[in-house]
Structure formats: structure tokens, C-alpha cells
């Protein structure tokens, strides 16, 4: 992977469950990584989504390996898109890059 690349800077947040005062829960997000990547759009569909149809858009993003990545971390790019991951991969297995697929549109608790 050419470092060049990997000209996006991305934040990469994990849900973390917190007890409120009353009792309940309240799902936060906590920043894992702000890596830098390679952004690329792949394609679009619509979905049913909340039975509305929308849009949703699917993008790989290709960051330096690191473990941990999961599915259901979220990616927001600089352009304030929040992306909910759907895989993280390392394709060739040599260590060195980590693909991610993530799409717009679904629903997460924000």
C-alpha cells in the first residue's frame, strides 16, 4: 500500500452501553482510531429502511492493518457520512492493509 493513498482521515467509533442515573442504558459512541484511508465509492440501492425507502450507498475503505475493527463499529468521514461497517478484512492476508466495507443508510442507535 502506497502511503499516499491514504488520503481521507476517518474516525472509527465503537457503541458503548452507559447506565443513566435512572437505571437505563444509553448507547454512546467512543473513538477507536482516526486513521488515515483511501475512500472509495462502490454503488448504490435503495433498501426499505423504517418502511421508507432510501438510498443507501456502500463504500471500501482501505486502511494500515490494525486489529480489532468490528462490525459493529461505525466509520464517519471527513465529510460528516457516518458509514455503519459491515466487514473488516484483511484480503491477502500479509498484515499490511485492512479493508473495510460500509454502507449508508441502515439503521444504528446514534
Known amino acids: 500500500m502506497r502511503g ?3 488520503r481521507h482521515r476517518v474516525t472509527i467509533t465503537r457503541p458503548v452501553e452507559t447506565q443513566t442515573d435512572t437505571g437505563d ?3 454512546t459512541w467512543q473513538t477507536v482510531a482516526t486513521p488515515y484511508a483511501r475512500v472509495e465509492g462502490l454503488a448504490g440501492r435503495e433498501s426499505m429502511i423504517g418502511h421508507t425507502l ?3 450507498a456502500i463504500y471500501r475503505i482501505t486502511i494500515r492493518h490494525r486489529d480489532g475493527i ?3 463499529d461505525q466509520v464517519t468521514l471527513t465529510s460528516g ?3 455503519n461497517i459491515t466487514s473488516a478484512t ?3 492476508g500479509s498484515g499490511r492493509e485492512l479493508t473495510i466495507m ?3 443508510g441502515t439503521e444504528r442507535d446514534e
Open 4 to 6: 499516499g493513498s491514504l
Open 25 to 27: 442504558y444509553a448507547t
Open 54 to 56: 432510501q438510498g443507501v
Open 70 to 72: 468490528r462490525v459493529d
Open 81 to 83: 457520512v457516518t458509514l
Open 90 to 92: 484483511d484480503l491477502d
Open 102 to 104: 460500509a454502507e449508508t
